[in-house]
């Protein structure tokens, strides 16, 4: 079993730059994929970013330029810093982990463990 701890959402003003992070454990080997996902009120959950656990990384077209996923496995930590926020990437962020194996190409998540989420609010 796997378990994800999230930290680092907060309020930000229009421009400014967020750093999330989310802590794994437990049995942290099995994990190959790990993405964060986010999703506003009334809006399904959609992918914002994945890596591979040889650290390939794919991001939303909606990021791109913007954010950028990253991963520690010494640490067992995964992190999303996010530039130039706008207000609409206000939303609960979700840490996920996947212990299929993929190539960043084929990446079909989420897999089946999650975070709690945490808040991120972008408004002046």
């Known amino acids: 079993q796997v378990q994800l701890v999230e930290s680092g959402g907060g309020l930000v003003q229009p421009g400014g730059s967020l750093r999330l992070s989310c802590a794994a454990s437990?049995?942290?080997?099995?994990?190959?994929?790990m993405g964060w996902y986010r999703q506003a009120p009334g809006k399904e959950r959609e992918l914002v970013a994945v890596?591979?656990?040889?650290?390939?990384?794919k991001n939303a077209d909606s990021v791109k330029g913007r954010f950028t996923i990253s991963r520690d496995n010494a640490r067992n930590t995964m992190y999303l810093q996010m530039n130039r926020l706008k207000p609409e990437d206000t939303a609960v962020y979700y840490c996920?982990?996947?212990?299929?194996?993929?190539?960043?190409?084929?990446?079909?998540?989420?897999?089946?463990?999650w975070g709690q989420g945490t808040q991120v609010t972008v408004s002046s």
């Open positions: 996920n982990a996947d212990p299929r194996y993929y190539s960043i190409s084929n990446y079909r998540g989420p897999g089946e463990y």
């Open positions: 437990g049995t942290v080997f099995s994990i190959n994929a």
């Open positions: 890596i591979t656990s040889g650290g390939s990384t």
